[in-house]
Structures are given as C-alpha cells and as structure tokens.
C-alpha cells in the first residue's frame, strides 16, 4: 500500500488555534474582571506582615502553575484530538522547527527568572531585620520554652500543662533572639506563617510583626527527644499600651521578685532535661 503524505488544512486549524485560544483566555478574563479576591491554596493569609509576603508570593506561585498547567493540558489534549489516527496516511513531519524551539526554550528560563526573582524580594523582606526597641529571647530546651526581655525584667516561663507566654505588641517590630541550650528545636507559630530553627550555640534573630492582637498557639516543630511532641508555647499579641502594662508590672517589689523566682525556675528547666512539671502519667493513666 502507498502512503501519502497527509496534506495539512490551513483554515480549519488556525480556527481551532483561535477557539482554543478564546477558551483559555475567557476564564482568566473573567476572574480578573470579577474582582474576586485569590484564594488562599491551602495557605494561611498570616498575622505577620513577613508572614503575609510569603502568602502572596505562594498566591503567585500557584497562579501561575495553574495557568501553565492548564495550558500544557490544553495542548495535549488537543494534539489528542485534533491528530488521533484518521487513517493510514502519514501525517505531516515537522522538525529542527527553530522558532518553535526558541520560544520553548526561552519562555521556561523566563519563567524560572521570574520565579527566581519574586523569591529572592520575599525572602529579603522575611530576613530584613529593621531597627526596633523590643527585643526577645526565646530560649528552647528539652522540654520547653522561656522568654526573657532585653533591657526589662518580664519574663515569660511555663509548664507542660501551662504553657509559657511570649507577650509582644501589635504593629510593632519585634526582634526575636532564638536559640537552644540543648539540641535543634523549631519554633513555630502557624499563624504567623513561620517557622526557624533553635540551635543550641547559635543566635539565630529575626523580626516578627505581629498585624492583629490575640492569642497564638506555637510549638516545637523538630523531633527534639521523648517529650517533643509536648513542647508547646503560646505568642499573645496586645497593644502597644497593654505591652507597656505588661512589662511595668515586673517594675514593682513584687513583679520583681516574681521576676526573679521566673528566672530561677527557667534556669532550672533548662538543664534538667525533663518535662517541665509535667502531669502526664506515662502509666495506666
Ligand atoms: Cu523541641
């Protein structure tokens, strides 16, 4: 049997490129003139101002997957279509098609500079640490936390029932000092989109700024030992006049002396190396 070359049609395959192209770019027109704000992807929009340029940056991350994947779907399901096996004929061969390759080639590199670079001003941002006059220290051991105050008296320990809380004002830089005295912990606080390591003789700093007051569950994200799993604290957000209540009630003679016994205990939990008055039984209870 002879095999003739497939004669290409012109007209029709130019208006399937043109419907295809209508059919993409009607759904993108349309949310883009609905106004609708994005969804979050499975991301948390963040009370931090770092924590909400992460979010948006994985808003953009996932938009434009969606858009590529979309089209690469698109693409395959119409070569699919467009060229199943219409008979015996060979279709037409297409190769060393330069254009073609140019435009495959340099649209991913752009794509990835793109990538590259929105990352490269998220992370500027996150890492930035700008000048402020709170300044933290958090200080993770087996197993717990202890947050003390630079230049201040407050402090913050707790217990495994009755986890410590790191106290910080709203719409305020605040300086975090983060270290271990033990092995590597994580500090975590899911709403705040945020999460670095506690390395024991490292100073690791960054700036947390805190977009809402309220309350802040946080926890050790790094299998750190037997009682990881218990190593809870708690970041609670106030006004900057609540902050400064705060803090002058360790200025009294008792807020001292409280202070001074916080203090005393938190060295204590920090190398002893057991669940900070823990009350749960590893019995049969
Ligand atoms: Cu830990």
Redesign the pocket.
């Known amino acids: 049997m002879e095999l003739t070359p497939q004669t290409p049609k012109g007209a029709p395959a130019k208006s399937r490129l043109r419907r295809l192209a209508i059919a993409f770019a009607l759904p993108i027109a349309g949310i883009s003139l609905s106004g609708c704000t994005l969804p979050g992807f499975g991301a948390h929009q963040s009370d931090t101002t770092t924590g909400q340029s992460a979010y948006y940056l994985w808003q953009g991350f996932s938009v434009g997957a969606a858009i590529i994947g979309a089209f690469v779907i698109g693409l395959i399901l119409y070569a699919v279509v467009a060229y199943r096996r219409k008979g015996d004929a060979i279709p037409k061969q297409t190769q060393y098609h330069v254009p073609l390759e140019i435009i495959y080639t340099v649209i991913p590199i752009l794509i990835v500079i793109v990538l590259f670079v929105a990352t490269i001003i998220t992370e500027n941002k996150v890492l930035a640490m700008p000048k402020t006059d709170v300044s933290i220290n958090a200080n993770?051991f087996q197993?717990g936390w202890g947050f003390t105050y630079d230049n201040q008296n407050a402090i913050a320990v707790g217990s495994t029932t009755d986890s410590p809380v790191m106290v910080m004002p709203v719409d305020t830089d605040v300086k975090i000092t983060l270290t271990s005295t033990d092995v590597v912990?994580?500090f975590y606080v899911r709403d705040f989109n945020f999460s670095r390591y506690a390395l024991p003789g490292v100073d690791n700093q960054f700036t947390l700024h805190a977009t809402k007051t309220g309350m802040f569950f946080g926890q050790?994200t790094?299998l750190?030992g037997l009682y990881?799993s218990i190593?809870y604290y708690k970041v609670k957000v106030v006004t900057q006049a609540e902050y400064q209540t705060w803090l002058s009630s360790f200025n009294t003679p008792e807020g001292k002396a409280t202070a001074d016994a916080a203090k005393k205990v938190l060295k204590e939990q920090m190398s002893a190396h057991v669940p900070v008055k823990t009350e749960i039984s590893r019995g049969a209870n």
């Open positions: 993770a197993w912990h994580g050790c790094q750190c990881h190593m």
